[in-house]
C-alpha cells in the first residue's frame, strides 16, 4: 500500500471510530476478494425483511435505511473489486431524532479476506486495522547502571513500553573488606537487574512474529555486560543488529538509539522519511530551481508533470493531501507522507508542510 493511500485509509478509519450508534444500527459489511457480490446483495435484502421485526421504531427505521442504502450501492457495481470490498453505513448524527445517514466504501490495495456482516454499536474495523499494521518491528532496549527502558519502533512510531530500576547504589569510598562487601552486593544487584531486564525483553518480544531486530543502547560497559551475561534468551539475542553508545534514558534515549542504528534500519519507514528529507534540503540549498515548496508552487508543478517527487506533511490538511496525492499519482510522481517526529519533519512543516523535488530545474 502506497503512503497516500495508507494515510486515507487511516483517516477514514479514525473517522469511523468516532462514530457509535444509540442502539445496534450500524452496519458493517465485509465482501473478501473473489466473492460474488450478487450473493451479498440477496443477503442484505433479506436482512430488510428480517428488521422490520425490530421492535424499536427509530432503531427499526436506521437499520432498515442503511440497508437500503448498501443495497442501492450494490447494484451501482458489476462486480466484486479485486481485493474485495468493505461497506460501512449507518445514520451516525449525535442529535436524538435527526437524520445523518451516511455510507462509505473501501476498496482496499490489500485483499481482505473477511466475508462480514454485522449490525452493531460501533463498525467492525479490525481487519482494515490490520492493514495498516506494519510488517516491520524493532525491539528497543536502553539499559544503564540505575535504569532501564524497553520500547518499540513501529513504523515511524517509537513507543516507551517499559522502565526499570536496579536498586543498585551509588559508588561509595571504602576501603578493606567495606569495599569487597559493597562489590560483592553491587554485582548481586546487577545480576538480577540483568536478569529482570531480560525476562521483560522476553515478555515483550518472544512472541512477536512481526520483530525483525532489536537495538541495544547505552553506556560502557553496562550495555556490553548485560549481552555477554547470557541472561537474554538466544532467540532474542540473535535478533539484536546494532549496538550503541548512548547516553540518554527514557524515551529521549529510544530516539537517539533510532537515531544512530540509521544504517541498519535502512530500510525503516522513520528512516526514509528522514532520508527524502534530507534529500529534498540539500537540493534546495545547492540546486534550490529544482525543488518547490508551499501549497501554490508545489501544485503547478505537480500539475506541469515537472515534480519528481512530492512530500507531504501528515498535518497538511487532508483534503488537500487527497488533492496532490491525486495529481502526483495522475503524473507518476512519487509520494512521501512525512510526520513531525524528526527535526527534518518539523523544518518542513515549518515550510508549508508541501513540497517536491522535481525531475528538472524550473526556468
Not at 144 to 152: D, F, M, S, V
Request: proline share 3%; hydrophobic share 35%; aromatic share 6%.
Amino acid at each position: 500500500m502506497d503512503q497516500a493511500k495508507k494515510y486515507e485509509l487511516e483517516q477514514t478509519i479514525n473517522e469511523l471510530e468516532g462514530y457509535r450508534g444509540r442502539h445496534t444500527e450500524l452496519i458493517t459489511v465485509y465482501i473478501p476478494a473473489g466473492f460474488d457480490k450478487n450473493k451479498v446483495a440477496t443477503q442484505v435484502d433479506d436482512e430488510k425483511g428480517t428488521a422490520t421485526n425490530i421492535k424499536g421504531t427509530s432503531t427499526r427505521k436506521n437499520v432498515i435505511n442503511a440497508l437500503e442504502k448498501i443495497s442501492r450501492y450494490l447494484k451501482t457495481i458489476k462486480q466484486t473489486p479485486p481485493n474485495g470490498l468493505a461497506i460501512f453505513s449507518g445514520n451516525v448524527s449525535d442529535i436524538e431524532g435527526r437524520e445523518d445517514l451516511r455510507i462509505w466504501t473501501i476498496e482496499p490495495d490489500i485483499p481482505i479476506k473477511t466475508r462480514m456482516y454485522r449490525c452493531d454499536q460501533t463498525f467492525v474495523l479490525e481487519p482494515l486495522q490490520e492493514m495498516l499494521e506494519t510488517e516491520e518491528v524493532y525491539g528497543l532496549l536502553i539499559i544503564e547502571r540505575k535504569e532501564a527502558t524497553i520500547g518499540i519502533l513501529e513504523g515511524k512510531r517509537i513507543t516507551s513500553l517499559q522502565r526499570l530500576t536496579s536498586g543498585i547504589p551509588g559508588k561509595i569510598k571504602a576501603g578493606g573488606q567495606s569495599a569487597a562487601r559493597f562489590s560483592r552486593i553491587t554485582e548481586g544487584l546487577a545480576k538480577e537487574f540483568f536478569r529482570r531486564v531480560a525476562e521483560q525483553m522476553k515478555e515483550h518480544f518472544f512472541d512477536n512474529k512481526k520483530l525483525k531486530g532489536i537495538l541495544v543502547g547505552g553506556p560502557i560497559p553496562t550495555k556490553d555486560e548485560f549481552l555477554e551475561t547470557g541472561q537474554l534468551v538466544t532467540k532474542l539475542k540473535e535478533k539484536v543488529i546494532a549496538v550503541k553508545d548512548i547516553g540518554d534514558t527514557g524515551l529521549p534515549g529510544l530516539k537517539d538509539l533510532v537515531n544512530v542504528s540509521q544504517e541498519e534500519l535502512a530500510e525503516l519507514e522513520i528512516i526514509k522519511q528522514k532520508k527524502i528529507l534530507e534529500r529534498f534540503f540539500l537540493t534546495l540549498a545547492k540546486e534550490p530551481n529544482k525543488t518547490a515548496y508551499g501549497e501554490t508552487e508545489t501544485k503547478i508543478r505537480l500539475e506541469q508533470g515537472s515534480a519528481e517527487t512530492l512530500i507531504i506533511s501528515n498535518e497538511f490538511p487532508q483534503e488537500k493531501i487527497k488533492e496532490f496525492s491525486k495529481l502526483a499519482e495522475n503524473m507518476g510522481t512519487e509520494i512521501y507522507i512525512v510526520t513531525k517526529e524528526t527535526t527534518e519533519g518539523i523544518q518542513f512543516d515549518n515550510l508549508g508542510g508541501v513540497g517536491a523535488i522535481l525531475r528538472y530545474a524550473a526556468s
